[in-house]
């Protein structure tokens, strides 16, 4: 069964730096999701992208993120300049027509 | 703004035991309703949806689901837990529509006691 993938499981960055984290979607699907969950917090939706774009963001989401679909597989979160308060698990996740989502293993980003 | 709670935090039960965790949303519209579950280092994984039809809906590993409009409510259920279970378990709600961002709730940890 096709699965959302994500690399690295685990980053750790210094503060100011930027960070990269990658995520593979299910191959035929079309809407592309971030999520994030701070240790012991509720999973919170971050930024949704569609056709290339983005299509809804969250308050959460300022000018440090930015996404991008750089290759038609790879959906990639970047935070230019990392806080302490990053540090969470994000999620990436994907659907097709449908309204199901399906979730990668997340990246556990610690900021030190 | 739609929000999701999940009043039950933390429940412990024994194996066999019957398995019931709230949901709650408040939204006045349509919405589609989720049950995801996170096994101990591993990603969510959907256990059951409801968008329309029979309220009553039956997901993975014998959990069902309940959605009553009057109430708000879809709550989880499970007849008899088994070890297994053992997991955090979110419900999430969505209004469809273009981006179909999902709205989490706090999640609930079940420890199944052997």
């Known amino acids: 069964e096709p699965e959302v993938t994500q690399t690295p499981s685990h980053q750790v960055t210094q503060m100011g730096q930027e960070v990269i984290l990658r995520c593979v979607p299910i191959s035929n699907h079309l809407y592309f999701y971030w999520y994030r969950q701070i240790l012991g917090q509720k999973v919170e939706f971050l930024v949704s992208?569609?056709?290339?774009?983005?299509?809804?963001k969250s308050e959460i989401f300022d000018d440090q993120f930015s996404v991008e679909r750089p290759d038609g597989s790879n959906f990639t979160l970047k935070i230019r300049s990392t806080k302490l308060e990053d540090s969470a698990m994000y999620f990436c996740?994907?659907?097709?027509?449908?309204?199901?989502?399906?979730f990668g293993p997340g990246t556990r980003l610690t900021v030190l | 703004a739609q929000s999701v709670s999940q009043h039950n935090h933390h429940v412990i039960l024994s194996e066999a035991a019957s398995l019931e965790l709230g949901c709650n949303y408040s939204?006045?519209?349509?919405?589609?309703l989720f049950w995801y579950v996170q096994y101990p280092g591993q990603h969510l994984q959907l256990l059951l949806k409801?968008?329309?039809?029979?309220?009553l809906v039956k997901g993975i590993k014998g959990f069902e689901a309940e959605f009553i409009k009057s109430k708000f409510s879809f709550n989880l259920r499970k007849p008899s837990v088994q070890w297994s279970d053992t997991a955090e378990y979110f419900c999430a709600v969505n209004e469809g529509g273009a981006t179909n961002k999902l709205i989490f709730g706090t999640g609930t940890l079940l420890a199944v006691q052997p």
């Open positions: 939204y006045g519209g349509t919405v589609n």
């Open positions: 992208f569609y056709n290339n774009e983005i299509s809804e």
């Open positions: 409801y968008f329309s039809g029979d309220p």
């Open positions: 996740a994907s659907r097709a027509d449908t309204d199901t989502q399906y």
